[in-house]
Structures are given as structure tokens and as C-alpha cells.
């Protein structure tokens, strides 16, 4: 059972009647900008993720965003007159001591305001910019999901590895049929794994449920304690455990050629660009043969924590050019400036 306590929310979303022409066909609007803020230092991250959007998103700038608001200390002042939803979201401790499970449950509550009103449910980590309109996340006739590999193994496995205990209930509960599972190739180590997707920025139809599905299942596997004795072996292993069951929801309950793939330029891993970056299999940097060229032919990044912990960031980044330049610098000196960074682990 789900226990989600709804602290003030209108009973349905309030999509703006000036919400741009290009936004809004006549039978739904394209799509709906939906971020989160599970801790103090994200509000600011999510603001600027906001102004991104609504400077850079072109023919989408315009669109609906709902921010959930998770984390009870939130003050909403970075993102007050930004003309944006504020969702306030009341979880237990049980999923706010779980790494990033908060995710599912503001996606879901997002997904149950907008289905039938809205074709595509863009999900945005609050740690992202958009420097293009994601038109990728327009999922058109046919499309469903819009989404990339993850950028590390962690705990994917190779097509011919046997399906550990980590995977395997997840397989049996979402009702996968192995042989729907694809490979792919992980974005920053290179290695080829069974179909494991990131979450950090997606797109899904809201009319398939996949969001509302995801929050539920993944209650399931946060209070089944023998599958949290079993297979949640390391702080890898319940790291990543919500990203584990909405890729297998994804591939389980969709046609592959109803999946659309990411090119390298959404979400492209900023914080890995020009830095190390070290997880439990090793230190990477971007490949060479990936890095890019421009920061401006790229549609997204994630910056993680690399502003907060490289003052000298201009030299760790690709090329960039103007305007672009001077919006990123103006949006760096706002977010050093917010006292709520100080809040980052």
C-alpha cells in the first residue's frame, strides 16, 4: 500500500490559457515540465532549471511545469513568480531515507493531475539545464517513452551474466518477458548491459499509467524486507533501486518500437566532461569520441554537483558561445549566491 498524504494541492492542474499555440494541438497540450525538490539545495537547482526552460524551450517554453515539493523544509522563495505548479507532497520516512524513491511519487502524482489533458510527461532531474527545445520529448503517434541508457554499469548486467537476486523479483513483478529485454550501451563506461534506462530525464505518456505503476511497485520493494535483506546488498544496490523498476516497467509494458532512444546530447553528463568522476567500478571522464564539441548543440545537461564544487568550471566545460555564455554565467552566480546550497552533502 502506497501511503501518500496530499498537503495542499487543487484538485486538478492549472494549464495556462496563454500556454503557446505550437504547445497546445487540438486535443492535448504537447507536454508537461515536471521536476522536484527533495532537499533544501535542489530549490535553487530546480529555479534555474525553470529559467532554462522557459528561455531555452522554444516552441515548449511555454508549457505547464509542476515542481513537487518533497522536502517539508522547502521555503518556496527561489521559486515563487516563476509561473510554475507547486506541489507539496507529504511522504513517510520510510521512502524520504530511500535515495531518490521521491521521484516516483511526484512523478505519479504529477502523471494522475495531467493524464488525458497532456501528450507527454517531461520529467527533469532538478540538477539539469535545457539549452535547446526537447523535441525528442514530443512523443508523437507511436511513442510512448522517450529515454537514454544509464551512464554507468552499477548494477546492470551483461546479456549473458544469469539474473541476479537484485533483478530477478523485479523482472517477476513487473511480469517482464525476457526476451522483450534489448541491450544497450551505458553513456559515460561503454559496456553493454541488459536494458537498464535513466531516470534522471524522461519522457512517458501519462495515459499509460507507467508513472502511477512505478510509485506503486516501488512501495512493494521498500517494504518487502526480505528483498531488502537479500538483494540490497550495498549503498549502489538502494541507490539506484527506483531506476531499476521504472526501466523494467518501461520495457516490460511498452513495445520496443514504441521506446524512443536519446542521442548523447540530452542529459549529457557535464559533471563528467572535463572532471573525473569516480563510482564503484572505477574513475571516468566522458569518452573522447562522445565529449562535445559545443555547449550549445547540446539539448540538456546534468550538472550534478560540478558548479558547487568547481569554482573554475568555465575551464571544465565544453566550448560555449553567446548568448548562451552570458545566461550560464548569470545562472551560475545565482545559484553560489543561494544560501540553500550550503544544504548539499
Known amino acids: 500500500m502506497i501511503v501518500i498524504t496530499i498537503a495542499a494541492i487543487s484538485s486538478a492542474p492549472r494549464l495556462p490559457a496563454e500556454t503557446a499555440k505550437s504547445c497546445q494541438p487540438a486535443e492535448k497540450q504537447a507536454m508537461a515540465f515536471v ?28 508549457c505547464p511545469i509542476f515542481v513537487v515539493l518533497t522536502d517539508p523544509k522547502t521555503q518556496e522563495i527561489r521559486l515563487k513568480d516563476k509561473n510554475v505548479e507547486l506541489i507539496p507532497l507529504k511522504l513517510e520516512g520510510l521512502i524520504l531515507n530511500y535515495p531518490f524513491a521521491a521521484k516516483a511519487y511526484a512523478a505519479a502524482k504529477v502523471e494522475e493531475l495531467i493524464a488525458g489533458k497532456v501528450r507527454s510527461l517531461a520529467w527533469f532531474d532538478p540538477e539539469t539545464l535545457l539549452f535547446r527545445p526537447p523535441r525528442e520529448m514530443d512523443l508523437n503517434d507511436g511513442i510512448s517513452a522517450a529515454v537514454a541508457p544509464v551512464q ?71 517494504r518487502d524486507q526480505n528483498y531488502q535483506r537479500t538483494a540490497i546488498t550495498d549503498a549502489v544496490h538502494k541507490t539506484f533501486l527506483h531506476q531499476a523498476v521504472i526501466s523494467t516497467l518501461i ?74 555564455k552570458k545566461w550560464l554565467t548569470d545562472a551560475y552566480n545565482a545559484y553560489i549566491k543561494s544560501p540553500k546550497l550550503k544544504s548539499k552533502p
Open 251 to 324: 520495457v516490460s509494458r511498452l513495445d520496443r518500437r514504441e521506446i524512443r532512444m536519446f542521442p548523447f546530447g540530452y542529459n549529457y553528463p557535464l559533471y563528467c566532461h572535463g572532471l573525473d568522476f569516480k563510482v564503484a567500478t572505477g574513475t571516468y571522464q566522458v569518452p573522447v569520441h562522445k565529449k562535445a564539441k559545443t555547449l550549445n548543440d547540446l539539448t540538456s545537461v546534468f550538472h550534478e554537483s560540478f558548479w558547487s564544487r568547481n569554482p573554475d568550471w568555465m575551464s571544465f566545460i565544453p566550448p560555449v558561445e553567446e548568448p548562451l
Open 152 to 222: 554507468f554499469v552499477n548494477t546492470g548486467q551483461a546479456e549473458n551474466e544469469p539474473v541476479n537476486a537484485y533483478w530477478a523479483p523485479i523482472y517477476k513483478r513487473c511480469d517482464l518477458d525476457l526476451k522483450k529485454l534489448f541491450v544497450v550501451e551505458t553513456g559515460v563506461d561503454c559496456k553493454k548491459i541488459r536494458a537498464w534506462l535513466n531516470c534522471g530525464m524522461f519522457a512517458l505518456r501519462p495515459d499509460r499509467g507507467l508513472c502511477r505503476e512505478w510509485a506503486k511497485v516501488l512501495d512493494e520493494f521498500l
Open 35 to 62: 521536476t522536484y525538490v527533495g532537499a533544501p539545495y535542489q530549490e535553487s537547482a530546480a529555479a534555474m532549471l525553470v529559467d532554462s526552460i522557459r528561455t531555452w524551450g522554444g516552441e515548449y517554453r511555454n
